[in-house]
């Protein structure tokens, strides 16, 4: 297959721009596709704009998109020159628009697999002039508006070209987009969830588990974690505190130390449930200060449980045994470690989370 970047484009270039939505879980197995192209490429600066797609005109909101977590681990990465993170209100998206059409970029790629549409009017509004690639939806004769945004790309970034179509792996996805943009192989070894978690962080963890009086412990720590972004993946906060009672009640786990992670909006609640229950050894946390603060929480855990979000993928980075809670509708979203990962799924691809029981739970961690 010819890369759909030109191999002498790629030489005299000194910059690129890709655009993404980023979630923490995208970012999880995109790494590895940027550290192989920065390694291949070291003479080309890697600018990133990341799109916040929950940009609102309400202010009440702007604190909580300006302090997203993700940017934290992105911007130490050490992968990126420069990153757009200033694009989650109206204003500051249009004066980030300029700052990047001052740039001048030679390529430009899109990511994008939500309203590509609208990505390919960026990415050619970003540079008018230069190699403009990104991904497409099949269009209806409905919206011709997709139609004539599609016109602006040069170059179709294919959702998939691998050959085993239906039962790749997310990061199969990720590796095979580089694949086609440059001719870039990244074995599967490569593909491995990372994390470089800093020193700070680690202690912090470990002070925070010793104000518990979590450490020095006679059981193992185990994290739960019931929440995700859609409701349809979250797992009910009373069957956690369930889950733990009978935990508790069982010989191997009766001198564990339990953690609930949530967002810090939900810390109320989640205190309130643990109460209500009287579960000993049983602690909220959340990841308030900066995103590092998680993985290094996680790096501390015996044993993470949690639903269909980033933390069952952070908790490979980490290498800790992983129990997922997941729906049917997104396979390729599984732990990437098999060999620490066990995965529940629900029965029928129409159910949520939450129709996992915490029996399921017990019997496979038993």
């Not at 790629?109 to 099949?138: E, F, M, N």
């Not at 590796?175 to 086609?180: G, P, V």
Request: proline share 7%.
């Amino acid at each position: 297959m010819t890369p759909l970047i030109p191999a002498e484009l790629l030489q005299k270039s000194e910059k690129i721009l890709f655009i993404a939505h980023l979630a923490l879980g995208d970012f999880t197995y995109l790494q590895n596709g940027f550290r192989a192209f920065a390694a291949a490429y070291p003479h080309i600066q890697i600018h990133l704009w990341v799109d916040e797609v929950r940009r609102t005109s309400d202010a009440k909101q702007w604190e909580s998109l300006r302090t997203y977590s993700l940017y934290d681990w992105v911007e130490q990465s050490g992968l990126f020159s420069k990153v757009y993170r200033k694009t989650y209100s109206p204003a500051l998206y249009e004066e980030s628009l300029r700052e990047a059409k001052a740039e001048h970029y030679p390529v430009v790629v899109s990511l994008a697999h939500v309203r590509p549409q609208q990505y390919a009017d960026l990415a050619r509004a970003i540079s008018p002039h230069g190699l403009v690639i990104g991904t497409r939806k099949p269009f209806s004769p409905l919206r011709p508006w997709h139609y004539l945004a599609y016109r602006k790309i040069d170059a179709v970034l294919a959702s998939y070209a691998g050959q085993d179509a239906g039962e790749h792996h997310i990061s199969s996805v990720y590796a095979d987009w580089f694949h086609q943009l440059t001719g870039l192989d990244i074995p599967v070894a490569e593909r491995y969830p990372f994390v470089h978690i800093p020193e700070q962080a680690l202690q912090q963890a470990k002070e925070q588990l010793a104000s518990w009086g979590f450490a020095p412990r006679q059981g193992p720590l185990v994290l739960l974690n019931p929440f995700a972004k859609s409701h349809k993946r979250g797992w009910p906060l009373e069957r956690i505190a369930e889950l733990i009672a009978r935990m508790q009640a069982m010989p191997k786990w009766k001198n564990a130390c339990f953690l609930i992670n949530a967002m810090p909006q939900e810390l109320a609640k989640v205190n309130a449930v643990v109460q209500a229950h009287n579960l000993p050894r049983t602690q909220a946390f959340s990841a308030v200060d900066n995103f590092f603060q998680l993985p290094a929480m996680l790096a501390q855990c015996d044993l993470i449980i949690s639903v269909e979000t980033s933390i069952m993928h952070l908790a490979n980075a980490v290498h800790v045994p992983v129990v997922a809670l997941m729906r049917k509708k997104n396979p390729e979203w599984a732990p990437f470690d098999s060999a620490n990962s066990t995965v529940i799924t629900v029965a029928r691809r129409s159910d949520w989370v939450k129709a996992i029981s915490s029996d399921q739970v017990l019997q496979t961690i038993a």
